[in-house]
């Protein structure tokens, strides 16, 4: 059975509260169901009794997060009174009046209602994930090799090195890494644009395409904004000085990026993007969450604090190296424990060696958990309970 944590347990009485204002899905039926505000007011009032019950108890983490929770859920059911009845008057402790709550009417979805604990946050929007290149630093087939995953005539065991396109409903087109594979990855899968960059760490089959970016820069006529944590910014700089330098002559064409530290969650796209603090192997990275999506490349742990950000997603891409222990990675075993305590809908393994044929490893998956390949393609819902999200991070100073 997973470890419940308590960020976790505050998640599960907020999602009910959601759950019960018509903001979400009910678990059970997979539809939203009636606006239930007496419900959610109980929800409301069951954190809040939490909040009284563990005071001088929880560490500065767990009780700011549980604090800002509950204050975005409380100004959510005046929001709900409002549109309902009219101004309401909060008590002087902040909640809405007893009197004020009911459980279904004029409230019910069909009414017009437009500012939803999600929708507040974040349009109902979509992303299109392409999987550019899903191999390992050494890419499949590795040179020199006549193993029987190198020989292979299945395309799935062609792997790239690792990096992912994300196409949002607006328009705008991310990169996730730069590999060294970015040429070809872009060619064949039609990558016609990159708005922006984001990085997960420096290491070279992440970030030694960012100098093929500069064609896009020249087809589009400005810099690439390329997000990361302050780290990898420092390691891109050192890696790529002739780009920084203003006495590298012109000539030959120069990328323009753009580099901006990443110090929390932050629009893109019209989404969320929140970035989930990972370590491979004593090296902090970066994992990305958008709406029910998130994409943990390159790790062999995820610290206490990120698996909150990690809870009701629909699809979860995992590091899964290969069978054999490994000081950097998460084995296929190890990413298989992580995925069944994290609970994605659906879990897909990437950066994979040639230790791993695509359909031989798959059948000997879990169901829900299988293998990525590069050329796949997924849409995924970005709008998700972004707000508690975003508050747990900042709560528990997780940058």
């Not at 065991?157 to 705008?172: C, E, I, Q, V």
């Amino acid at each position: 059975m997973s470890e419940v944590t308590f960020n976790a347990f505050v998640v599960s009485l907020a999602t009910t509260a959601a759950v019960h204002f018509g903001d979400m899905a009910d678990p059970a039926t997979g539809r939203p169901g009636p606006v239930n505000l007496e419900g959610a007011g109980q929800a409301i009032e069951m954190l809040a009794l939490l909040e009284r019950k563990t005071a001088g108890n929880l560490t500065e983490g767990e009780a700011a997060f549980l604090g800002r929770v509950l204050a975005e859920l409380r100004r959510r059911l005046l929001d709900a009174h409002r549109e309902r009845t009219g101004p309401v008057s909060p008590g002087e402790d902040g909640r809405p009046p007893a009197a004020a709550t009911s459980s279904t009417g004029a409230g019910s979805r069909g009414s017009g209602r437009s500012r939803g604990l999600r929708g507040r946050l974040q349009p109902a929007n979509n992303v299109r994930i392409t999987f550019l290149g899903t191999g390992t630093s050494a890419g499949v087939p590795v040179i020199a090799c006549d193993c029987a995953t190198c020989r292979s005539d299945d395309p799935r065991d062609k792997r790239w090195r690792p990096s992912l396109a994300l196409a949002f409903d607006d328009g705008t087109s991310v990169l996730v890494d730069a590999s060294p594979d970015l040429r070809a990855q872009a060619l064949r899968f039609h990558l016609t644009r990159v708005d922006a960059i984001l990085l997960t760490h420096a290491h070279a089959d992440h970030v030694l395409g960012l100098d093929d970016v500069r064609i896009y820069n020249f087809r589009q006529g400005g810099a690439i904004p390329c997000y990361g944590a302050a780290r990898t910014l420092a390691r891109v700089r050192r890696m790529f000085d002739y780009v920084f330098d203003p006495a590298t002559p012109k000539g030959g064409g120069l990328p323009q990026l753009a580099l901006r530290e990443l110090a929390g969650p932050f629009s893109l796209g019209g989404a969320t993007i929140i970035p989930v603090p990972l370590l491979h192997g004593t090296l902090p990275v970066l994992g990305f969450r958008i709406g029910a999506f998130a994409y943990l490349t390159d790790c062999n742990a995820i610290p206490d604090a990120s698996w909150p950000l990690l809870d009701d997603l629909d699809v979860l891409v995992l590091d899964a190296l290969r069978h054999k222990v490994h000081r950097t990675h998460f084995t296929v075993e190890q990413a298989v424990e992580a995925a069944r305590r994290i609970g994605a809908r659906r879990t897909l393994f990437t950066h994979m060696t040639h230790d791993l044929p695509h359909a031989a490893t798959c059948d000997a998956l879990p169901e829900g958990i299988s293998l990525a390949y590069d050329g796949l393609e997924l849409d995924v819902a970005t709008a998700a309970r972004d707000r508690l999200l975003v508050a747990g991070c900042q709560a528990a100073h997780l940058y």
